[in-house]
């Protein structure tokens, strides 16, 4: 199966600092990424959505300005949580996929905590 | 869009067959069923997906009604390691634009 790496799988940072989070797929190009976000015993809730080279789409109620995505690459996109905040706390997953790609690719989540 | 339900909790007894629920009644005609399983503070991982015919693989078996509008997935011999969150997931896929629609999931509980 393909391979995904996410990284870091867990940040801690204080109140109003940035945070990155990188998702590279390994064995195939990305033509599109998913960002998730999962608060405890919930379901994935889906942030944006991002195809190369373009600009993300923000799911309602996620601020564009806030979760900054980039997906430059066909292998890599980031997140950045900018100014975060404890309410910003959550276990974020990148799911990337391609064109050609029947099953669904899921990153190992990154644990953030904001104090 | 298509909105998945399921119920929140199951068990199974170990090595019965564990039965999951998914209802998905406004799919529409070219989107995917997928099944995912999450164990606590990790990615999700594939299980087995399908459009109208029903799939089999070595982990689970798909069972897609004939309308569509529900679904439901067999783990054949539950065991420990099955516990885990498993949500049902409806994907649409066309022209390079993808929508991936998560269920709320069932805890399954696999008992000794």
């Known amino acids: 199966g393909a391979v995904v790496s996410q990284h870091p799988s867990r940040v801690i940072c204080k109140s109003g600092t940035s945070v990155k989070i990188e998702c590279r797929s390994l064995d195939f190009q990305a033509t599109t990424m998913f960002w998730y976000r999962q608060f405890p015993k919930q379901s994935l809730m889906l942030m944006a959505t991002s195809n190369e080279g373009s600009k993300a789409t923000y799911e309602q109620g996620v601020e564009k300005d806030k979760f900054l995505i980039n997906h430059a690459s066909l292998t890599l996109s980031t997140l950045t949580v900018t100014s975060a905040h404890p309410e910003d706390s959550s276990f974020y997953i990148c799911s990337p996929t391609g064109a050609t790609n029947e099953k669904l690719f899921f990153g190992s989540g990154t644990q953030l905590s904001v104090l | 869009d298509a909105k998945t339900t399921q119920p929140p909790s199951m068990d199974c007894a170990e090595g019965r067959a564990a039965n999951l629920p998914c209802n998905h009644s406004?799919?529409?005609?070219?989107?995917?069923v997928y099944w995912y399983r999450q164990i606590h503070s990790q990615g999700p991982q594939y299980i087995i997906h399908g459009l109208k015919n029903n799939e089999t693989n070595e982990m689970a078996s798909l069972i897609i009604t004939e309308d569509r509008k529900s679904s439901t997935l067999i783990l054949p011999h539950a065991t420990l390691r099955d516990t885990a969150v498993y949500y049902c997931i409806v994907r649409f896929d066309s022209g390079g634009y993808q929508k991936v629609t998560f269920g709320t999931g069932t805890k399954l509980q696999v008992i000794p």
């Open positions: 406004t799919i529409s005609g070219n989107e995917y």
